[in-house]
């Protein structure tokens, strides 16, 4: 899991470099992507080096182009999920800011970026039992599978609830603390996104499940189903 810490580091940092870069140049939106295109091939290659020399490949590592068409066919799919999340979490921005000017946007924003932080939780819970959950559909083991997957939507819920109801009776507080009492009424925004924290919760337990169970191919139609719904 250490490997996977400094990958992830070496992405992040990436990212948010550029991100700065990116906005302090005024550069627009596609540099944006761009940007995140760049971080997450910083954070492959960070990868590649790391497992490469804990697995002792180089320097004479050979791989068969069948080998190699394999690797690609199954890993492209989870990358293009990534950018389509992303597509999925900045579009409304995006379509806000074309259709009702910059203060709507900012009112939206502002609470939209505390909704989707929240991320990190699941998110963290997930990469702790992914490996458990790809061993055990690797093995064939469903009934397992069935137990570790009643178990973590368990969790999920166990915090996501909690979460949700503080943020529903304290969303005025949270909104002027982190964003001054001028954007007060975004308020009511942060109280109906916190309704969905659940349901975010549970959807990065599915994401991980496609990929655990090899139907990366599913993930990107599933996303792009949900994509094309928020643009429409």
């Given at each position: ?62 791989a068969s182009q069948a080998g190699l068409y394999y690797l690609l066919s199954e890993s492209l799919p989870v990358a293009v999920s990534q950018f389509l999340v992303q597509g999925y979490i900045y579009s409304s921005i995006f379509i806000l800011k074309a259709v009702s000017g910059n203060f709507d946007t900012g009112l939206f924003q502002a609470p939209y970026r505390v909704f989707t932080r929240f991320q990190i939780i ?111």
């Open positions: 899991m250490y490997l996977e810490t400094i990958s992830s580091l070496a992405a992040a940092l990436a990212l948010v470099g550029l991100t700065v870069a990116v906005a302090y140049m005024d550069l627009g939106l596609i540099p944006v992507f761009l940007a995140l295109l760049a971080s997450n091939l910083a954070g492959l290659a960070v990868s590649a080096v790391l497992a490469f020399r804990s697995l002792r490949l180089l320097p004479g590592f050979d699941p998110m963290t819970i997930m990469v702790a039992m992914f490996p458990l959950l790809s061993r055990m559909a690797a093995e064939n083991a469903p009934e397992k599978m069935r137990s570790a997957v009643a178990f973590i939507f368990k969790l999920m819920l166990i915090v996501s609830l909690p979460v949700a109801a503080l943020l529903l009776v304290y969303s005025d507080i949270v909104v002027d603390g982190l964003f001054g009492e001028e954007f007060s009424a975004s308020s009511r925004a942060l109280w109906i996104q916190t309704l969905g924290l659940p349901f975010l919760f549970m959807n990065v337990i599915f994401e991980s499940l496609f990929i655990c169970l090899k139907k990366q191919k599913s993930l990107v139609v599933v996303l792009v189903f949900g994509l094309v719904s928020n643009l429409a």
